[in-house]
Protein backbone atom coordinates (compact mmCIF):
# COMPACT_ATOMS: atom_id res chain seq x y z
CA UNK A 1 0.00 0.00 0.00
CA UNK A 2 1.52 3.25 -0.88
CA UNK A 3 1.80 5.82 2.06
CA UNK A 4 1.34 9.75 1.74
CA UNK A 5 3.33 11.72 -0.28
CA UNK A 6 3.63 15.15 -0.68
CA UNK A 7 5.53 17.22 -3.03
CA UNK A 8 7.74 19.38 -3.48
CA UNK A 9 10.27 17.63 -0.69
CA UNK A 10 11.80 21.13 -0.66
CA UNK A 11 11.31 24.66 -2.37
CA UNK A 12 13.37 27.62 -1.99
CA UNK A 13 11.32 30.90 -3.01
CA UNK A 14 11.79 34.46 -3.28
CA UNK A 15 9.22 36.64 -1.06
CA UNK A 16 6.78 37.86 -2.67
CA UNK A 17 6.91 34.51 -5.25
CA UNK A 18 3.95 31.84 -5.02
CA UNK A 19 4.20 28.09 -4.18
CA UNK A 20 2.23 24.91 -4.61
CA UNK A 21 2.55 22.07 -2.45
CA UNK A 22 0.72 18.91 -2.93
CA UNK A 23 -0.54 15.99 -1.32
CA UNK A 24 -1.60 12.54 -2.38
CA UNK A 25 -3.21 10.91 0.93
CA UNK A 26 -3.69 6.74 1.17
CA UNK A 27 -6.30 5.76 -1.41
CA UNK A 28 -9.53 5.81 0.23
CA UNK A 29 -9.26 8.32 3.17
CA UNK A 30 -11.71 10.54 3.30
CA UNK A 31 -9.63 12.79 6.31
CA UNK A 32 -6.81 14.54 4.67
CA UNK A 33 -4.86 17.16 7.30
CA UNK A 34 -2.40 19.89 6.83
CA UNK A 35 0.00 20.95 9.53
CA UNK A 36 2.78 23.08 9.74
CA UNK A 37 6.22 22.82 12.02
CA UNK A 38 7.77 26.60 11.94
CA UNK A 39 11.45 26.52 13.16
CA UNK A 40 11.32 23.13 15.26
CA UNK A 41 8.38 23.90 17.52
CA UNK A 42 4.97 22.81 17.61
CA UNK A 43 3.15 20.90 14.68
CA UNK A 44 0.18 23.30 14.00
CA UNK A 45 -2.78 22.44 12.21
CA UNK A 46 -3.81 24.14 9.47
CA UNK A 47 -6.95 22.62 8.30
CA UNK A 48 -9.12 19.33 7.31
CA UNK A 49 -10.54 18.15 4.71
CA UNK A 50 -13.04 15.55 4.50
CA UNK A 51 -13.50 14.13 1.18
CA UNK A 52 -13.35 17.50 -0.94
CA UNK A 53 -15.24 19.47 1.92
CA UNK A 54 -12.91 22.02 4.03
CA UNK A 55 -13.94 20.45 7.65
CA UNK A 56 -12.69 22.94 9.98
CA UNK A 57 -9.78 25.98 8.56
CA UNK A 58 -9.21 27.26 11.76
CA UNK A 59 -5.89 27.30 11.76
CA UNK A 60 -5.31 29.32 8.55
CA UNK A 61 -2.93 32.02 9.25
CA UNK A 62 -4.35 34.60 6.87
CA UNK A 63 -5.89 34.65 3.33
CA UNK A 64 -2.56 34.07 1.89
CA UNK A 65 -3.18 30.33 2.36
CA UNK A 66 -5.40 28.53 -0.23
CA UNK A 67 -6.22 24.60 -0.07
CA UNK A 68 -8.07 22.65 -2.04
CA UNK A 69 -9.06 18.86 -2.13
CA UNK A 70 -9.89 17.91 -5.67
CA UNK A 71 -12.98 15.35 -6.26
CA UNK A 72 -11.81 14.01 -2.96
CA UNK A 73 -8.70 13.08 -3.90
CA UNK A 74 -5.04 14.65 -3.82
CA UNK A 75 -4.73 17.91 -1.76
CA UNK A 76 -2.68 21.49 -2.49
CA UNK A 77 -1.97 24.35 -0.44
CA UNK A 78 -1.16 27.48 -2.51
CA UNK A 79 0.81 30.17 -0.66
CA UNK A 80 0.78 33.52 -2.48
CA UNK A 81 2.39 36.00 -2.05
CA UNK A 82 4.72 34.29 0.18
CA UNK A 83 6.29 35.63 3.54
CA UNK A 84 9.35 34.89 5.59
CA UNK A 85 7.40 33.59 8.23
CA UNK A 86 5.94 31.17 5.91
CA UNK A 87 9.00 28.67 6.51
CA UNK A 88 9.01 25.79 7.43
CA UNK A 89 8.17 22.19 7.17
CA UNK A 90 4.39 21.33 5.92
CA UNK A 91 2.87 18.07 6.71
CA UNK A 92 -0.04 16.02 5.03
CA UNK A 93 -1.45 13.65 6.44
CA UNK A 94 -4.48 11.18 6.14
CA UNK A 95 -6.96 8.77 8.26
CA UNK A 96 -9.91 6.76 7.62
CA UNK A 97 -12.63 6.08 10.25
CA UNK A 98 -10.91 9.03 12.73
CA UNK A 99 -8.24 5.83 13.31
CA UNK A 100 -4.16 7.05 13.29
CA UNK A 101 -2.94 10.16 11.34
CA UNK A 102 -0.54 8.29 8.40
CA UNK A 103 1.56 11.67 7.43
CA UNK A 104 3.68 12.32 4.62
CA UNK A 105 7.37 13.11 4.86
CA UNK A 106 6.72 16.88 4.94
CA UNK A 107 7.18 19.59 2.31
CA UNK A 108 10.36 21.86 3.47
CA UNK A 109 9.77 25.57 2.88
CA UNK A 110 12.53 27.97 2.55
CA UNK A 111 11.47 31.62 1.86
CA UNK A 112 14.21 34.12 1.42
CA UNK B 1 -9.68 25.45 24.23
CA UNK B 2 -8.62 22.54 23.57
CA UNK B 3 -4.37 22.43 24.00
CA UNK B 4 -1.74 19.94 24.46
CA UNK B 5 1.38 20.91 26.68
CA UNK B 6 4.65 19.15 27.20
CA UNK B 7 6.85 20.99 28.97
CA UNK B 8 10.38 19.34 28.27
CA UNK B 9 11.51 20.51 25.02
CA UNK B 10 14.43 17.88 25.78
CA UNK B 11 15.34 15.01 27.37
CA UNK B 12 18.75 12.94 28.30
CA UNK B 13 18.80 9.76 30.01
CA UNK B 14 21.41 7.38 30.11
CA UNK B 15 20.64 3.87 28.07
CA UNK B 16 18.83 1.56 30.67
CA UNK B 17 17.70 4.32 32.92
CA UNK B 18 14.04 5.21 33.24
CA UNK B 19 12.08 6.91 31.10
CA UNK B 20 8.87 9.37 31.19
CA UNK B 21 7.58 11.95 28.89
CA UNK B 22 5.38 14.28 30.35
CA UNK B 23 1.92 15.45 28.40
CA UNK B 24 -0.52 17.49 29.77
CA UNK B 25 -4.14 18.75 28.20
CA UNK B 26 -7.26 21.10 28.45
CA UNK B 27 -10.27 19.99 27.04
CA UNK B 28 -13.95 20.63 27.98
CA UNK B 29 -14.80 16.79 27.42
CA UNK B 30 -13.56 13.15 26.27
CA UNK B 31 -10.59 13.18 24.07
CA UNK B 32 -9.02 10.51 22.43
CA UNK B 33 -5.44 10.84 23.10
CA UNK B 34 -2.20 9.56 21.13
CA UNK B 35 1.31 9.65 21.10
CA UNK B 36 3.57 10.22 18.17
CA UNK B 37 6.97 9.53 17.35
CA UNK B 38 9.47 10.76 14.97
CA UNK B 39 12.93 9.29 14.34
CA UNK B 40 15.60 10.64 12.95
CA UNK B 41 14.63 10.50 8.59
CA UNK B 42 11.36 8.98 9.53
CA UNK B 43 7.98 9.87 9.16
CA UNK B 44 6.08 11.06 11.73
CA UNK B 45 4.14 7.67 13.07
CA UNK B 46 1.48 6.61 15.51
CA UNK B 47 3.73 5.23 18.67
CA UNK B 48 0.21 4.36 20.74
CA UNK B 49 -3.46 5.45 21.65
CA UNK B 50 -4.48 5.48 25.13
CA UNK B 51 -8.01 3.66 24.46
CA UNK B 52 -5.88 0.58 23.10
CA UNK B 53 -4.39 0.28 26.46
CA UNK B 54 -1.27 -1.51 25.21
CA UNK B 55 2.15 -1.41 25.44
CA UNK B 56 4.33 -0.71 22.24
CA UNK B 57 8.02 -0.94 22.29
CA UNK B 58 7.95 -1.45 25.69
CA UNK B 59 6.05 1.89 26.37
CA UNK B 60 3.13 2.90 28.47
CA UNK B 61 0.66 5.46 28.55
CA UNK B 62 -2.03 5.84 31.52
CA UNK B 63 -4.47 8.50 30.77
CA UNK B 64 -5.06 10.76 34.00
CA UNK B 65 -8.38 12.52 33.70
CA UNK B 66 -8.38 14.03 37.29
CA UNK B 67 -4.67 15.08 36.65
CA UNK B 68 -5.62 16.13 32.79
CA UNK B 69 -2.54 14.18 31.83
CA UNK B 70 -1.21 11.11 29.66
CA UNK B 71 2.37 10.92 30.25
CA UNK B 72 4.60 8.32 27.91
CA UNK B 73 6.61 5.84 30.29
CA UNK B 74 9.62 3.09 29.65
CA UNK B 75 11.23 1.27 32.39
CA UNK B 76 14.44 0.84 30.81
CA UNK B 77 15.77 3.30 27.68
CA UNK B 78 17.28 1.86 25.09
CA UNK B 79 19.63 3.93 22.04
CA UNK B 80 16.96 3.31 19.48
CA UNK B 81 14.62 5.14 21.66
CA UNK B 82 15.94 8.19 20.93
CA UNK B 83 13.46 10.29 18.70
CA UNK B 84 10.60 13.47 18.85
CA UNK B 85 8.06 12.14 20.61
CA UNK B 86 4.63 13.85 20.41
CA UNK B 87 1.53 13.94 22.37
CA UNK B 88 -1.64 14.76 20.62
CA UNK B 89 -5.14 14.48 21.30
CA UNK B 90 -8.14 14.22 19.30
CA UNK B 91 -11.72 15.31 20.43
CA UNK B 92 -15.56 15.30 19.71
CA UNK B 93 -17.13 18.46 18.31
CA UNK B 94 -17.77 20.28 15.30
CA UNK B 95 -14.60 18.60 14.06
CA UNK B 96 -14.73 15.34 15.44
CA UNK B 97 -11.65 14.08 13.99
CA UNK B 98 -9.52 17.17 14.24
CA UNK B 99 -5.96 16.01 15.95
CA UNK B 100 -3.48 18.73 17.71
CA UNK B 101 -0.22 18.10 18.90
CA UNK B 102 1.69 19.08 22.01
CA UNK B 103 5.20 20.93 21.06
CA UNK B 104 7.00 17.90 21.35
CA UNK B 105 9.54 16.73 23.36
CA UNK B 106 13.13 15.23 22.14
CA UNK B 107 14.63 12.29 23.63
CA UNK B 108 18.29 11.43 23.81
CA UNK B 109 19.42 8.01 25.15
CA UNK B 110 22.43 7.91 26.03
CA UNK B 111 24.84 4.76 25.73
Known amino acids: EAGVTQFPSHSVIEKGQTVTLRCDPI?????LYWYRRVMGKEIKFLLH????????ESGMPNNRFLAERTGGTYSTLKVQPAELEDSGVYFCASSQGGRELFFGSGTQLSVL | AQRVTQPEKLLSVFKGAPVELKCNYSYSGSPELFWYVQYSRQRLQLLLRHISRESIKGFTADLNKGETSFHLKKPFAQEEDSAMYYC?????????????FGPGTSLSVIP
Open chain 1, 27 to 31: SGHDN
Open chain 2, 88 to 100: ALRGPGPSYDKVI
Open chain 1, 49 to 56: FVKESKQD
